[in-house]
């Protein structure tokens, strides 16, 4: 009885002979102009934008705001509805910022989905508005500001005893408490707005055991209010909604963008260190090589696109890294094995058969990241989509150095420091 077993279907069919080493030259100076382009648009960058990169908040310091904007009077319901908001150009809620005493403002569209009435999907348009001010008061005003304030409210029966600032919240001993309409108008008098005490009221009223002091908290509304409020007071037709508000301080900023560099650079440290073990010193160069290959062209992209560069676009980075190398490795160690195992044959035929034996593996595994990473680019909203995208660039850019550049980097260290020609050269 004949079989009526199917054999496996290959996509790359065995005994595929590509020439991948006889055109090296090719390979490289492809890369080579890709990495130069990329780099190139870092200074183009610069000089038309002020940045190479566009810097989102985690790394320059700052705010962002998400705003929904709604026609004026519409009510709770329609505030709630995604599809019953209003679309305003960025221009107009630019220019009303910025007559309002706002600088440095940027203001983009941004649209993201809600769950509708019957559990479907509604798009959003709003905006998303950055601005480098991180706390609704200056730390310079600050020590101004507590003057004022003992000036306004000590009294021969109420000694003020301390006057602290943290972020947009003072916080003040004193002898006696506080009447909170007082001080709301006080900090009204000064072009800031407090937020109401709540249940905490009943506390700035209750002096401490002991001592008999009184301990008061008094919060600013931050950034997110002043703009809103000047967004309502240049357009008064529309409400604008404050979705979200993400902050961080310049200080910090900066260090977690150079903490996100060292990162990079320390994973690809280690990645030497465990290929020197794993292999041979000849294999390590030709990984990083491969993986500062990689980074380059990902950042290019981010540059050529504009895309925001946020702490998940790091932890995407080290995501290609990883990736990366890990196709480089069994690529490698098919070169180890058919080195043993081929010995008639010379290196550089050893390594296009390696090559050509771990195309299919290769591909295939490319093909479904990428596939699932360009759903998340196309579905995916935010810092998903940013992920999603340094992902289909990175899987694509790393296919490519692990089979054109990665390889020969190795059998260009062998050729020179490891043939027997070279070591007579070097005895």
Known sequence: MASTHKPFRELIPPGTNFEFVGKTRLWVTISVLAIAASIGMLFVNKSTRGSILNWAIDFRGGTEIIFRFTDKGAGAEAKAAGADGR?????????????????????????????????ERVTVEGLRVRTPDFGAIDEDKQAGYAEQFVAKFETDQRKILKVSWSGDTMFVRSTAPFDEAEVAAFFQSIGLEMKPWGEAAADFATAEEGTGEYNARFAIWGVDRQYELAIEKALPDIDATVVQVYGVGA??????????????????????????????????????????HDAMLVVG???????????????ALLTVIGYSVNDTVVIFDRIRENASRLK??????????????????????????????????????????????????????????????????????????????????AR
């Open 87 to 119: 679309k305003v150009d960025p221009g107009v809620i630019r220019d009303a910022l910025t007559k309002a005493g706002f600088d440095g403002v940027e203001v983009s569209d941004y649209v993201w989905t809600v769950p509708g009435p019957n559990g």
């Open 251 to 292: 200080k910090a900023g900066a260090q977690l963008r150079n903490d996100g560099i060292k990162s990079l650079f320390y994973a690809m440290l280690l990645i030497m260190l465990y290929l020197v073990v794993r292999f041979d010193v000849r294999y390590a160069p030709g990984a990083v090589v491969a993986l500062l």
């Open 301 to 315: 992209a981010f540059a050529v696109t504009w895309t925001d560069v946020s702490l998940t676009t790091v932890a």
């Open 344 to 425: 008639d044959k010379k290196f550089p035929r050893v390594i296009n058969i390696s090559l050509n034996e771990t195309l299919s593996r290769t591909l295939l595994t490319s093909l479904t990241v990428f596939v699932v990473t360009l759903m998340m680019n196309v579905f995916g909203t935010g810092l998903v989509r940013d992920f999603a995208f340094a992902m289909n660039v990175g899987v694509v850019v790393g296919t490519y150095s692990s089979i054109f550049i990665a390889s020969p980097i190795v059998l260009l260290i062998h050729n020179k420091y490891f043939s027997a020609p070279a070591a007579k050269k």
